[in-house]
Structure formats: C-alpha cells, structure tokens
C-alpha cells in the first residue's frame, strides 16, 4: 500500500514562530488531507488538498502532487496550535480509503 | 449541524464480553468510516461504506469484530468478544464525496475503549 511519511516528528516553537511541516507519500494520490489533532483527542479537518495551494487563515498548505509531497505552514503559532498534525492520503485506486502518516507532534510555548 | 455523533464516548469492560460502538453521520453524507487509533499502530482505516453497503473491511483486524450500517443516520462497530488488546481509541468519521468537489472527512470524539 501507499507510505506516507511525515518529518519533523516532534517539534517545539515558541509562540509567535513559523514552522512548516512536510509530509511525503510513495505513489500517486487524487486525495490528501491534512488533520490537526487537539489533546483532547479530537480531530480537525484542516484542508483538503490533492494539489495546489490552500490559505485560511495563518495556516496555509502546498501539495505537489507530481514531486509527492505536501506542506502545511503555520504562522504566528500560538499554543493552541499544540497537538498533532496528521497527513493522510488516498491513491488513485481507492479514493476514500485513507492512509494516516505517523503525525507531527508540535509544542508551541508561551 | 451536530458533526458526528458518536457513543459512548467511553467504554471500560472485561475481557470476554461484547461490546457495541454507535455512530450518527453528518445528515446527508453518503460515506462512513470506522478508525482505530492506538500508540503501536497509529490510526488504522478498519471498515468504510457508501450509501450503507460495507464497501472495503479488509482493515477489520478479526472475526471478532462486525460493523453494519442499516440505513444512513446510524452504523454500529460490534467486538466480540472483547480482549485487551482491543483497548484503543474508536473513531467514526463521514464525508460527502464528489458533491462539492471535495473528499473532506469530518471525524467524531470518539470512543476510548479499556478493555480489563
């Protein structure tokens, strides 16, 4: 099945950084998804992306589908952007039938 | 919308016994999902359907588990009969594919799963 890889693993910034966060995956996808998951637990949908680039907000995300790759950018962090980010991607043979990376973690500190 | 729905949002029970999951959908999604999320193993797609029909469970790790769908407002992730290391983290998730040009998957709480 299709890999997905997501780098940094871990990541601590302090309030008010940038950071981008990279996730790749091994075969052609028509589905990409980038979640964030609070700790309480609970996962948001943050963007839907197969490709091209995507802003709400101060986050914005970038996937190249033909290089297999996808970024997700926060902006001006605050802590409750704490938790962790999930990239999940579906090939092109099963577009519903995602596949979740590892995930982020990411500490933003006051 | 009330997002989905799903209960209880947590579960403790003995090894052995049978334990249910229920889950609503967002109203007028045609597509739901069953996920299991644990430190070992992340989150693991188990089962999905469309418009009600079981369309891919080759996720569902065991005989032990079973999933229906019998219309579309309520689908229900069955274990039996539970064991330990069934203990994880049991999410639902729906989405509406193709109506807005977009896959996007809205998740539940979920329901935290011990299982002694």
């Known amino acids: 099945g299709i890999q997905v890889e997501q780098s940094p693993p871990d990541l601590i910034l302090q309030e008010g950084a940038n950071s981008t966060l990279r996730c790749n995956f091994s075969?052609?996808?028509?589905?990409l998804q980038w979640f964030h998951q609070n700790p309480w637990g609970q996962l948001i949908n943050l963007f839907y992306?197969?490709?091209g680039t995507k802003q709400n907000g101060r986050l914005s995300a970038t996937t190249v589908a033909t290089e297999r790759y996808s970024l997700l950018y926060i902006s001006s962090s605050q802590t409750t952007d704490s938790g962790v980010y999930f990239c999940?991607?579906?090939?092109?043979?099963?577009?519903?039938?995602?596949?979740f990376g590892k995930g982020i973690t990411l500490s933003v500190r006051p | 919308d009330a997002g989905v729905i799903q209960s209880p949002r947590h579960e403790v029970t003995e090894m052995g016994q049978e334990v249910t999951l229920r889950c609503k959908p967002i109203s007028g999604h045609d597509y739901l999902f069953w996920y299991r999320q644990t430190m070992m193993r992340g989150l693991e797609l188990l089962i999905y359907?469309?418009?009600?029909?079981?369309?891919?469970d080759s996720g569902m790790p065991e005989d032990r588990f079973s999933a229906k769908m019998p219309n579309a407002s309520f689908s229900t992730l069955k274990i039996q009969p539970s064991e330990p290391r069934d203990s994880a983290v049991y999410f639902c998730?729906?989405?509406?594919?193709?109506?807005?040009?977009?896959?996007?998957?809205?998740f539940g709480p979920g329901t935290r799963l011990t299982v002694l």
């Open positions: 998730a729906s989405s509406s594919f193709g109506k807005a040009s977009t896959d996007t998957q809205y």
């Open positions: 992306i197969p490709s």
């Open positions: 075969d052609s996808v028509n589905n």
């Open positions: 359907f469309n418009n009600n029909v079981p369309i891919d």
């Open positions: 999940a991607v579906a090939n092109t043979g099963a577009n519903s039938k995602l596949t």
